[in-house]
């Protein structure tokens, strides 16, 4: 595959499956725009991409989500894949005191920011006939913890509003997919707030949990959102892709 002068954003592109995917696609030839909060991060990962447009920005801020879209576009002169990847988690309690306040944030970031990533950037990426994917969750199509309807609850939300777009855009030869991970070994466990200990023993019992007995390595994620982005895929819209080491073919 090549993505010679196709212009990329990756937000939550800071680390685990969003640097990875920026990691590929300026690999394979692609201008990359890099979003992300941390800026150490950052930098670690533009390092590794080929003069990639870095861009230290919230979601869930409608100016910072401006500031990406007019940014890329003023810098590489147009937009052809915007990768919607960066996501929060809170486990919580229906019956928690905070539990409004962790729903907001956690809808804020996870749904309304690809929501409004995708209305600002849907102009350019119809003039492009590009496509847009977002990274989503088998959290959305199985519940996998007792205490995380915010983020389950945004990432059934998420598929519905794909394929909805999906629906829309079509007509303009704008495909929007899906990739909804299992569990990938990032730093996603690390930021709820545990010890190397917790983190190691959170990433076993994910183990256990699979009919393939293993963790993924975000390159694996990449390596599907790429061939999504790709012509190779051309067929493809609307639709949602599953990689999950067979999670959710575990029988109870």
Do not use: W
Request: proline share 2%; aromatic share 6%; hydrophobic share 45%.
């Amino acid at each position: 595959m090549s993505f010679n002068d196709k212009v990329v954003i990756v937000t939550g592109g800071s680390s685990g499956i969003g640097a990875a995917i920026a990691i590929k696609f300026s690999s394979l030839g692609a201008k990359i725009t890099i979003v992300g909060r941390n800026e150490q991060k950052l930098h670690a990962v533009a390092k590794k991409c080929e003069n990639p447009l870095i861009l230290i920005a919230d979601v869930t801020k409608e100016n910072d989500m401006k500031k990406i879209v007019n940014d890329t576009v003023k810098h590489f002169g147009k937009l052809d894949i915007l990768v919607n990847n960066a996501g929060i988690a809170r486990n919580t309690s229906i019956l928690n005191e905070n539990a409004m306040a962790d729903y907001d944030q956690v809808m804020a970031t996870n749904i309304r920011s690809c929501v409004y990533l995708t209305h600002l950037s849907a102009p350019h990426i119809i003039k492009t006939k590009g496509n847009i994917i977002n990274i989503s969750s088998i959290a959305a199509l199985k519940v996998l913890s007792k205490q995380a309807f915010t983020y389950n609850a945004s990432k059934a939300a998420l598929d519905h509003f794909t394929r909805s777009v999906a629906s829309e855009l079509a007509s303009y030869g704008v495909r929007v997919n899906v990739v909804s991970p299992g569990p990938v070994r990032t730093d996603f466990i690390e930021n709820l707030g545990l010890d190397k200990a917790q983190q190691e023993a959170a990433f076993d019992h994910m183990r256990k949990m699979t009919a393939l007995d293993r963790v993924s390595d975000p390159e694996e994620i990449a390596d599907l959102v790429l061939f999504l982005a790709s012509d190779k895929a051309k067929g493809i819209t609307g639709a949602t892709f599953v990689s999950d080491n067979g999670s959710m073919v575990i029988a109870d």
